[in-house]
């Protein structure tokens, strides 16, 4: 049986009283319950991010005043997945901030947290997935799956095409962590006027209530400027040196 996180139970996730003779639900008991929703959720690191941290490049590589805010968050990640505070980043394309939102939630993973990391895009498709007649999930399982895991990472906000289900989908998934005080990491390359455009006003003023206002990354495309001028244009991996041509 699995050790109790909080050192209180004997892993069951209750505490047994011998005076009363009765059982009552032990503080680990909700982390449990959310992980057991989320095992068929993706919770697992991209390979391509796997091992990232502050002291290694692209971290280090990044706009250090935004690299700080994330830092002060994970030093008190307990704290604020417990009261549901959330961080979100916007900026171009390449400067950093599906890196950083990785580097947060592969420090809630390491802690034993219950994560589920998504770009929009694949958690719409899998919304959509659920009404194929062979879907072993129903919508509803799904929505209540993304809502109690303890922490939620979208990447990519705003770049599904809007339609009015999209957007009563979004609204749902951010309403119900909303309400339910969970926490949520996402990434995006609009600002907040052109958010409310692509993803509705009532979803963007939730986000802001949760996640306050987004941490701006700019700067050119890391991606673009990493690439290997003397290896037929291909790209090096992101954060790697630039090749140097051999002395004459």
Known sequence: MATCPDGRCDGSGFLYDDDTRRARDCTCRPRRLARRKARKLAGVIPRRYQGVSFDRAPVTQIEQHVVRDVRRYVDSLEQ??????????????????TTLAMLISAEALRHGHSVAIYSLPRLLGLLRETFHEDSETSLSQLLDRLAAVELLHVDDVGAEQSSP??????????NTRYEDGRAIVLTTNLDPPRLREQIGERTVSRIIEMCGDPLMLCGTDQRVSLQDPFADDEPLPYGAPRARPLAS
């Open 165 to 174: 289900w999209v957007l009563e989908q979004l609204y749902t998934i951010v």
């Open 80 to 97: 604020r997945l417990h009261e549901g505070r959330g961080i979100w980043f916007q900026g171009d394309v390449g400067t950093g901030k």
